[in-house]
């Protein structure tokens, strides 16, 4: 039985050129705030691949500006039958990635079509177009026949999070330029958990550790939003 890495490996995209320009500036956004990280040219470059856990910094060490953590802003989803995922209403750049993250690591082909569940993952995007890198969102997606093919089987995910935190390279780059932020407001997080798999025949199903990067966009006068899914893990 094919897992969800597997299957998002078959999906085709083409890469248009407002797509192209996105992603441009996406990645400008946040090289800004961690100027030579790595994992950050890579989402520039789509084809660096790095795989390294960063000590966890508290959200207060990264600048005066970052938001504060509340425990109220770290709802933790999970998935559920017939449930589509649904972004947090939330300030806390940590807390929202922490939510993306299981949202992109859980789906139900039992329930809902891959349009359907698409459209539900573009939900959490920033309504800002030059920011909101839909691309990077669909990569990690099967194929709408994968998914017919999926759902045939009972295949679904659940995911649980263990942790997430900003990157060292980006405390350490706000901490030498506060007012970076000041522009577009994109913070990288990167989280680590589980994703738990399981089809007709195995309800048992497998796990797999996951660790991802997300550019969070979290401005001081609205919610945050997801702007965008790195292709490496940040440091």
């Not at 520039?44 to 795989?51: E, F, W």
Request: with cysteine.
């Amino acid at each position: 039985m094919q897992n969800r890495s597997a299957s998002a490996s078959r999906s085709g995209h083409s890469g248009g050129a407002s797509r192209v320009r996105r992603r441009a500036l996406l990645g400008t956004a946040v090289l800004v705030v961690l100027v030579a990280v790595a994992g950050l040219l890579a989402y520039l470059t789509r084809d660096g691949k790095a795989d390294s856990k960063a000590h966890v910094p508290t959200a207060s060490s990264a600048s005066p500006s970052t938001p504060s953590v509340s425990p109220s802003d770290s709802p933790p989803p999970v998935g559920h039958r017939g449930a589509l995922p649904v972004p947090p209403t939330t300030h806390d750049p940590i807390a929202f990635g922490k939510a993306a993250a299981a949202a992109l690591w859980s789906y139900d082909a039992r329930a809902s079509s891959q349009p359907e569940y698409r459209a539900a993952l573009h939900g959490w995007l920033t309504k800002e177009s030059k920011y909101a890198d839909a691309a990077s969102v669909d990569a990690l997606l099967p194929s709408a026949v994968l998914w017919k093919e999926m759902a045939a089987n009972g295949q679904f995910a659940t995911a649980s999070v263990n942790e997430g935190h900003f990157p060292d390279s980006f405390t350490q780059a706000l901490q030498a330029n506060p007012g970076a932020l000041t522009t577009a407001h994109i913070y990288a997080v990167t989280v680590s958990g589980t994703q738990s798999i399981a089809w007709i025949g195995s309800p048992a199903g497998g796990a797999e550790g996951r660790t991802t990067t997300l550019a969070i966009q979290c401005r001081p006068e609205q919610p945050c939003a997801l702007a965008g899914v790195l292709p490496a893990v940040a440091p």
